[in-house]
């Protein structure tokens, strides 16, 4: 975003609420002393008021003495009184994004927001400090929880014409996740030591059974947004997973990619995409396909977001019985219920089609998600439960699949707290996959500790 549109926006919504955060409505000052050494008298001490302490950083700033300016507000912002921390975090947050310290900005109002959740004008500052900071997708999410419960019609226009240039000014982003991940089932086989073929029990060898161990986990997720005309853009996204285990025989990659044209009407954006996926499990392709998908997205009331993609594509399996097509359909919604939590519901259901009768199916599913923030930790849960049921038996076993799989996810990361500029991350989830097919049994725990990072 250029730093002359952020500038007259920040000009813009100050003229809207002309005293803002500083004796206005929005937090009103107290009396209370504070002290500040004098230059080279340690003992003695000037005692200021805290509205004069205000107005001396104010006069600093004036004068061009940054650094002084800072160090009193931040000083300002350990006081005992609430309402003095939060204001002297405001200004500093504004001078800090003056100064381009987009880092600091974050920082600052992150701290005053844990305190006072509900104050919208240093929310929308946030979000203005982390889209100039190269996190939109974490500035849309502030937008839409500044959102919850209405805002000044002025200020709401605002907030609509930033939300728009925000949406359409992305050229680039991206994200990774680098970690540790102790798994009881790296291989999301069954426990059982025989199944039975035709009335004839079989053994597994320990290769088809459930093996637990500690793998290394990543994941990064890449965009491009060329502009081609107004309200139209060439959007590339490239997204990878994996998960590696010792000698490689259970190493897991995903990877999938996707490229087309992007529409912007009015608040709805719609996208056609070329898509492809690949995946590998051990040391060789375990399948690969190729087809489009068109996605639609918009605003949903003041402080939501809804979302419809349709998808087909040709797969290809390590097993050629598997090979067909297959036709997907996904509808979303996800709002910001207050200034603090954010949930979200999808609905899914899925075709695939198969050489082989008992290799294809259908399949249904629910999933929620709820994230909250915590000081200065976000913690989530989420839930995902889905229905496979195949179009045949298979004629060994005498049975078609029929699985319920449920799985359940809790986690946390930290919004202020670093690792070399990293942010840790802390998830838990379980797998449970129930079907009167024994080998399609499996249950799973999962540990991962990993740091992460948003561009």
Do not use: C
């Given at each position: 975003?250029?730093?002359?549109?952020?500038s007259s926006e920040r000009r813009a919504e100050r003229a809207e609420r002309e005293?803002?955060?500083?004796?206005?409505?929005?937090?009103?000052?107290?009396?209370?002393?504070?002290?500040?050494?004098?230059?080279?008298?340690?003992?003695?001490?000037?005692?200021?008021?805290?509205?004069?302490?205000?107005?001396?950083?104010?006069?600093?700033?004036?004068?061009?003495?940054?650094?002084?300016?800072?160090?009193?507000?931040?000083?300002?912002?350990?006081?005992?009184?609430?309402?003095?921390?939060?204001?002297?975090?405001?200004?500093?947050?504004?001078?800090?994004?003056?100064?381009?310290?987009?880092?600091?900005?974050?920082?600052?109002?992150?701290?005053?927001?844990?305190?006072?959740?509900?104050?919208?004008?240093?929310?929308?500052?946030?979000?203005?400090?982390?889209?100039?900071?190269?996190?939109?997708?974490?500035?849309?999410?502030?937008?839409?929880?500044?959102?919850?419960?209405?805002?000044?019609?002025?200020?709401?226009?605002?907030?609509?014409?930033?939300?728009?240039?925000?949406?359409?000014?992305?050229?680039?982003?991206?994200?990774?996740?680098?970690?540790?991940?102790?798994?009881?089932?790296?291989?999301?086989?069954?426990?059982?030591?025989?199944?039975?073929?035709?009335?004839?029990?079989?053994?597994?060898?320990?290769?088809?059974?459930?093996?637990?161990?500690?793998?290394?986990?990543?994941?990064?997720?890449?965009?491009?947004?060329?502009?081609?005309?107004?309200?139209?853009?060439?959007?590339?996204?490239?997204?990878?997973?994996?998960?590696?285990?010792?000698?490689?025989?259970?190493?897991?990659?995903?990877?999938?990619?996707?490229?087309?044209?992007?529409?912007?009407v009015d608040r709805e954006v719609i996208r056609a995409a070329a898509t492809y996926?690949?995946?590998?499990?051990?040391?060789?392709?375990?399948?690969?396909?190729?087809?489009?998908?068109?996605?639609?997205?918009?605003?949903?009331g003041k402080a939501g977001q809804f979302g419809f993609t349709l998808s087909l594509?040709?797969?290809?399996?390590?097993?050629?019985?598997?090979?067909?097509?297959?036709?997907?359909?996904?509808?979303?919604?996800?709002?910001?219920?207050?200034?603090?939590?954010?949930?979200?519901?999808?609905?899914?259901?899925?075709?695939?089609?198969?050489?082989?009768?008992?290799?294809?199916?259908?399949?249904?599913?629910?999933?929620?998600?709820?994230?909250?923030?915590?000081?200065?930790?976000?913690?989530?849960?989420?839930?995902?439960?889905?229905?496979?049921?195949?179009?045949?038996?298979?004629?060994?076993?005498?049975?078609?699949?029929?699985?319920?799989?449920?799985?359940?996810?809790?986690?946390?990361?930290?919004?202020?707290?670093?690792?070399?500029?990293?942010?840790?991350?802390?998830?838990?989830?379980?797998?449970?996959?129930?079907?009167?097919?024994?080998?399609?049994?499996?249950?799973?725990?999962?540990?991962?500790?990993?740091?992460?990072?948003?561009?």
């Amino acid at each position: 975003m250029a730093g002359n549109s952020a500038s007259s926006e920040r000009r813009a919504e100050r003229a809207e609420r002309e005293q803002p955060m500083r004796l206005s409505k929005w937090m009103p000052l107290l009396l209370v002393a504070v002290a500040i050494p004098t230059a080279g008298r340690s003992q003695d001490k000037v005692i200021l008021t805290a509205p004069k302490a205000f107005a001396l950083a104010e006069a600093y700033q004036k004068e061009g003495r940054e650094a002084d300016a800072e160090a009193l507000l931040k000083a300002l912002s350990q006081d005992p009184n609430a309402d003095y921390r939060a204001e002297a975090r405001f200004r500093l947050g504004e001078a800090l994004m003056a100064r381009r310290d987009y880092a600091g900005a974050i920082d600052a109002f992150s701290a005053l927001l844990e305190e006072k959740p509900d104050a919208k004008p240093a929310r929308i500052e946030l979000a203005k400090a982390l889209a100039l900071g190269g996190k939109p997708a974490a500035a849309e999410r502030q937008l839409r929880r500044a959102e919850v419960g209405g805002l000044p019609p002025d200020v709401q226009r605002l907030v609509d014409k930033f939300g728009d240039v925000l949406r359409r000014s992305r050229p680039y982003g991206a994200s990774f996740e680098l970690g540790i991940a102790p798994d009881s089932n790296i291989n999301q086989a069954t426990d059982v030591r025989t199944v039975d073929i035709g009335g004839f029990p079989l053994t597994l060898d320990e290769s088809g059974r459930a093996k637990s161990g500690i793998g290394v986990m990543t994941f990064a997720d890449a965009f491009a947004s060329l502009q081609l005309a107004h309200g139209v853009a060439l959007v590339t996204n490239i997204v990878g997973t994996g998960n590696f285990y010792g000698s490689g025989r259970f190493t897991d990659l995903f990877v999938t990619a996707s490229s087309g044209p992007e529409f912007v009407v009015d608040r709805e954006v719609i996208r056609a995409a070329a898509t492809y996926a690949w995946r590998q499990v051990g040391k060789s392709t375990y399948s690969k396909g190729y087809g489009g998908s068109l996605q639609m997205t918009g605003p949903a009331g003041k402080a939501g977001q809804f979302g419809f993609t349709l998808s087909l594509s040709q797969q290809h399996y390590r097993i050629p019985d598997q090979n067909g097509p297959q036709y997907a359909a996904r509808a979303s919604f996800e709002r910001a219920l207050s200034s603090r939590l954010f949930g979200r519901i999808e609905l899914n259901v899925a075709r695939q089609e198969a050489v082989a009768a008992p290799y294809a199916s259908w399949s249904y599913g629910i999933a929620g998600s709820v994230s909250r923030d915590v000081g200065a930790l976000t913690v989530y849960g989420s839930a995902a439960y889905s229905r496979t049921e195949g179009d045949a038996p298979f004629a060994l076993f005498g049975a078609g699949r029929r699985d319920d799989r449920l799985d359940v996810s809790i986690g946390a990361g930290s919004k202020r707290f670093s690792i070399a500029g990293l942010s840790p991350v802390v998830r838990v989830s379980q797998t449970i996959n129930r079907s009167p097919l024994a080998i399609y049994q499996f249950r799973r725990t999962r540990l991962e500790l990993a740091l992460e990072e948003r561009f």
